[in-house]
DNA sequence: TTGAAAGCGGTACCAT
DNA sequence: ATGGTACCGCTTTCAA
């Protein structure tokens, strides 16, 4: 067994050349006769070198590394644009440094400072409240940062999101145009600008094709036993209600939950649109859920085409993606008679 | 605005002390005079220093880095698993690097590699075929190293896996118990010695509760559509089975459309039990599926702290989990009748 | 208790 | 085309 950590001066001692030579072999950088590269490459896979990134990110003031910041790793959304973004950014030669601190727990700054000592070129993360606390502290490290799914201006500008509005809009005029006329939606809590979107979208949709229709809006967790609850009593209280669009797919399978456990036929009674397109949409044994897909890995692949712009030094103009909506079993696809 | 870079030379110069003293004052080490101390770390704060991982690295020969290396992100299987670990490694300081190649492509020296150059105190890891090519290169860098699920003698003995075997055997005698007397399994086609372990498991209750019964196994791709053409075959040439046990849920769920196309009742006619409880499993509107629990998070946790006591020169044996059956609506809870 | 200095493994500038 | 060398920021003996 050879040693357990080769250098570049054990290179150079055992050719007789400096280090400075098997440097740029190990680079190809610089100019060297090809012999003596040759030679020296030889030497290097026959001693089993490779380089130590932290001398070399210690005085290049690079790390090759990029931060990445998210609440959740457990619904697979997140991890979805993990695995789009991982792989972009290591076809660039850039490694992962995963943080996945517990949901609005932990002091923010802490959780940067993990990525500053890191000294990564690059920060992708979702701006949630508590993130939202060090944005200062992030943004005078000058590190580019990219945001996810959301956008606080006081992080930056560099975000890739979805359409949320269009999205919401558009499943909404889709449960319109199948003849739905009592639309209620099923919201979430958080004050999130996505969710909020969505809101926006739903009402506009309504209230450009159902006129004079007070459409309610319920809130719930994102889960599928508290929007159940909700959709309960949404159902129970408005008992005409046609259609929900839900704001997550969690929701949306409470909603049918409720539904279900109410007698009501899915979709004939009630149309239900989900959001996020997760696995437990469309692997619905029955009811596979109709939803708006969000591009997931598409969002990991932009967000690491942004950073290593950034990084480089280029312009980059934010990303705002469409979501399509799928059309699975719980909307009726054929265009229903007008209310 | 300050200093984009404090170093502990900067303030070492401007309290006129030297650096050795900023540098045992910010690590808590070494003997000081509070006074000082004190004074250190004000200005510390002040001048908003923090260490520089690389250099730091560079001398101390560690990281503070744990590699993970997993093959799929996708099917939130890893990302609990990610999750748990990621919590527990932060608590004593560690950072994941997270590595997600596509699967069986790519050189696997090269992904280690990657590793390497970072010095990585520590590697978890799923064997997968492509990794095992590696398996000398990572065992001769020395670096403490946890395999998950799985375990190749090559690259070490440190793993954190469920019992397969039990657990497959038990879920199979619940089939027995509830009456079922035709049982057969979906198997899944990689030579992996979890799937294996779990096929053994299901011929060790059958001939054990069903003395004389040739039970058939089948094999498909990780994936409802392939497992649900796999089948449709198997349901059609043994019309005579009353269960099947599957070795994943995705192959549990392709087993139920089956069934449910054929006109077979679930779980009157037919039982359906599952591995691995994702969310696909416990999220169905109907037929939420009786599944074996791989306890994802728990893995996770015990690889950290396997990998964690494996770096501090601890001793350490592997860890084999139980995974317990979670009997939901695919299979009848009541004693039926036996055959 | 504190300072000076020797590296850790590389990169890159300045000579040659 | 190549060698010598000054750092990068930090830890850690060795002296004082």
Redesign the interface.
């Known amino acids: 067994?050879g040693a357990?950590l080769v250098t570049l001066k054990d290179i150079a001692n055992r050719l007789g050349v400096s280090i400075r030579t098997v440097s740029h072999a190990v680079n190809g950088t610089g100019r060297l006769a090809p012999q003596t590269r040759k030679a020296i490459l030889e030497t290097v896979a026959e001693m089993?070198y490779?380089?130590?990134?932290?001398?070399r990110?210690?005085v290049t003031h690079k790390?090759k590394l990029i931060g990445?910041l998210v609440p959740?790793?457990?619904?697979?959304f997140?991890?979805?644009i993990?695995?789009g973004l991982?792989?972009l950014v290591?076809q660039h030669g850039y490694?992962?440094?995963?943080?996945?601190?517990?949901v609005d727990s932990g002091d923010p700054q802490e959780i940067c400072?993990?990525m500053?000592?890191?000294?990564v070129d690059g920060i992708i993360l979702y701006p949630s409240k508590q993130i939202q606390k060090a944005a200062a502290f992030i943004r005078?490290?000058?590190i580019p940062v990219v945001q996810l799914m959301d956008h606080t201006p006081e992080i930056g500008d560099c975000f890739v999101a979805v359409a949320n509005f269009k999205a919401a809009k558009e499943a909404v005029q889709a449960l319109c145009d199948s003849g739905c006329c009592n639309i209620a939606m099923i919201s979430h809590n958080a004050n999130s600008p996505e969710v909020a979107d969505r809101c926006r979208g739903f009402i506009e949709a309504v209230s450009e094709r159902l006129p004079g229709f007070k459409p309610v809006i319920v809130e719930s967790a994102v889960d599928?036993a508290d929007a159940k609850e909700a959709a309960m009593k949404l159902l129970t209280s408005h008992p005409e209600t046609d259609a929900v669009f839900a704001a997550s797919d969690?929701a949306a399978?409470g909603v049918?939950?409720a539904a279900?456990e109410l007698g009501k036929k899915i979709p004939e009674e009630l149309s239900v649109i989900g959001f996020d397109n997760?696995?437990?949409a469309s692997?619905?044994?029955?009811?596979a859920l109709s939803t708006v897909a969000q591009p997931k890995e598409e969002i990991g692949r932009r967000a690491g085409e942004m950073i290593i712009d950034l990084i480089n030094g280029r312009a980059v103009a934010p990303v705002i993606l469409d979501a399509p909506l799928i059309l699975r079993k719980t909307t009726r696809n054929i265009r229903g008679e007008k209310c």
Chains 1, 2 share one sequence.
């Open positions: 067994m357990l089993g490779f380089p130590n990134a932290a001398a990110s210690l790390s990445v959740f790793l457990s619904a697979s997140y991890s979805l993990i695995s991982e792989r290591r490694t992962l440094l995963l943080l996945n601190p517990p400072w993990q500053m000592q890191r000294k005078k490290t000058g599928t969690f399978l049918a939950q279900l997760l696995d437990i692997e619905q044994l029955l009811y």
